[in-house]
Nanobody, 129 residues
Framework: QLQLVESGGGLVQPGGSLRLSCAAS??????????IGWFRQAPGKEREEVSCISSSGGVTNYADSVKGRFTISRDNAKNTVYLQMNSLKPEDTAVYYCAAAWSPTHHYIPTQYSDYNDWGQGTQVTISS
């Protein structure tokens, strides 16, 4: 089981930027591959996937609502995944979570919510003037 810790949330004005980090630990096998996803949940709404990145870092996906504004990346030497968020809008306000999915290949992208087994505790992002 992996341990995931998110950081970087905060309060910013509309149009501003934030970079979230997801630090992973607890790897037991260097040959295992893990894709990482970012999710968010706003009050009264269901949790939604924002973006995900393959273990290799070479394959990424984004929700339509964040395409062109958010960029996901990873530094495998540091076991850390980043979510750069630009042009933030009030509707981006939510608790952001990262999650890990064991992957059969280095370039695998999870297709189901149930693929993600390990979750962080979340970090609050608030966009307000």
């Amino acid at each position: 089981q992996l341990q995931l810790v998110e950081s970087g949330g905060g309060l910013v004005q509309p149009g501003g930027s934030l970079r979230l980090s997801c630090a992973a630990s607890g790897f037991t096998d260097d040959d295992d591959y893990y894709a990482i996803g970012w999710f968010r949940q706003a009050p009264g709404k269901e949790r939604e996937e924002v973006s995900c990145i393959s273990s290799s870092g070479g394959v990424t996906n984004y929700a339509d609502s964040v395409k062109g504004r958010f960029t996901i990346s990873r530094d495998n030497a540091k076991n850390t995944v980043y979510l750069q968020m630009n042009s933030l809008k009030p509707e981006d306000t939510a608790v952001y979570y990262c999650a890990a999915a064991w992957s059969p290949t280095h370039h695998y992208i999870p297709t189901q919510y149930s693929d993600y087994n390990d979750w962080g505790q979340g970090t609050q992002v608030t966009i307000s003037s």
